[in-house]
């Protein structure tokens, strides 16, 4: 059974439509790509999944573990297991990283965190992603640089280990260096038992080390095209055009 399952979905923002009847299936363990040229409503779909309430939802359902959620508040889809790192990470000033994580652990099981263990956990992620341990005390991206903040979202999703996972455009504004450790961080989700990705993104970089189970070209609020890792292959040498008609 699909953990995703997304049936003719039409979306507005303040009465102008962006999603026109777009409709996926993602299964456990699948990464799914999502691309297409600027304004095609690549983030409105992912913003959508999680519930943001700019975006109205005018048509369609929404499944999530073969619940109907498409009504669902934000906190509540998080709840069940749906992860949305930002393109643009916001700073939370007066909570530490660590604490954000831990309080976010705590509401998406129900039960107490035992310190010891997530703080032994937290600092193995951090080195696998090269984050100095003192952001774990820092107030949540707070002074930190665009990459950091880009790694601070992978160490969140490694930490909350969720059922979906929907990366919105993880490596923009990163150097090669940072987005190989992004990578690195991704892969090692993508390792984890049945844990579903969706990723986001304009480039191909992010993809390279990757294993891409299928990938959909968005255009103008639709899905126009679909296919295997391959596909993102003929997008790296052709570009969008070869789609536009």
Same mark, same amino acid.
């Given at each position: 059974?699909?953990?995703?399952?997304?049936?003719?979905?039409?979306?507005?923002?303040?009465?102008?439509?962006?999603?026109?009847?777009?409709?996926?299936?993602?299964?456990?363990?699948?990464?799914? /790509?999502?691309?297409?040229?600027?304004?095609?409503? $690549? *983030?409105?779909?992912?913003?959508?999944? !999680?519930? %943001? +309430?700019?975006?109205?939802?005018?048509?369609?359902?929404?499944?999530?573990?073969?619940?109907?959620?498409?009504?669902?508040?934000?906190?509540?889809?998080?709840?069940?297991?749906?992860?949305?790192?930002?393109?643009?990470?916001?700073?939370?000033?007066?909570?530490?990283?660590?604490?954000?994580?831990?309080?976010?652990?705590?509401?998406?099981?129900?039960?107490?965190?035992?310190?010891?263990?997530?703080?032994?956990?937290?600092?193995?992620?951090?080195?696998?992603?090269?984050?100095?341990?003192?952001?774990?005390?820092?107030?949540?991206? /707070?002074?930190?640089?665009?990459?950091?903040?880009? $790694? *601070?979202?992978?160490?969140?999703?490694? !930490?909350? %280990? +969720?059922?979906?996972?929907?990366?919105?455009?993880?490596?923009?504004?990163?150097?090669?260096?940072?987005?190989?450790?992004?990578?690195?961080?991704?892969?090692?989700?993508?390792?984890?038992?049945?844990?579903?990705?969706?990723?986001?993104?304009?480039?191909?970089?992010?993809?390279?080390?990757?294993?891409?189970?299928?990938?959909?070209?968005?255009?103008?609020?639709?899905?126009?095209?679909?296919?295997?890792?391959?596909?993102?292959?003929?997008?790296?040498?052709?570009?969008?055009?070869?789609?536009?008609?």
């Amino acid at each position: 059974m699909s953990i995703l399952d997304i049936k003719n979905l039409f979306v507005h923002i303040d009465e102008k439509p962006v999603l026109n009847g777009v409709s996926l299936g993602v299964n456990p363990g699948e990464t799914h /790509v999502l691309m297409g040229p600027n304004g095609a409503g $690549k *983030s409105t779909l992912g913003y959508t999944i !999680m519930g %943001n +309430p700019r975006y109205t939802v005018s048509g369609g359902t929404i499944f999530f573990d073969g619940e109907d959620i498409t009504s669902l508040s934000p906190d509540k889809r998080a709840a069940k297991g749906i992860f949305l790192s930002f393109q643009n990470p916001l700073e939370v000033p007066g909570i530490t990283l660590e604490s954000f994580i831990r309080n976010a652990l705590q509401q998406q099981t129900g039960e107490r965190v035992k310190l010891f263990q997530f703080q032994k956990q937290m600092k193995a992620m951090m080195q696998l992603l090269n984050m100095d341990e003192s952001y774990a005390r820092r107030d949540l991206n /707070v002074g930190f640089s665009g990459g950091e903040r880009k $790694k *601070s979202e992978i160490l969140q999703l490694l !930490m909350l %280990n +969720p059922k979906l996972a929907i990366l919105d455009e993880t490596d923009s504004g990163l150097d090669v260096d940072a987005v190989r450790t992004v990578s690195k961080g991704i892969e090692e989700y993508q390792k984890r038992q049945n844990g579903a990705l969706i990723v986001i993104t304009h480039s191909t970089k992010i993809l390279e080390s990757l294993h891409v189970d299928k990938t959909h070209v968005l255009v103008k609020g639709k899905i126009i095209k679909e296919g295997d890792g391959g596909l993102v292959e003929q997008i790296n040498e052709s570009g969008f055009e070869q789609f536009l008609g």
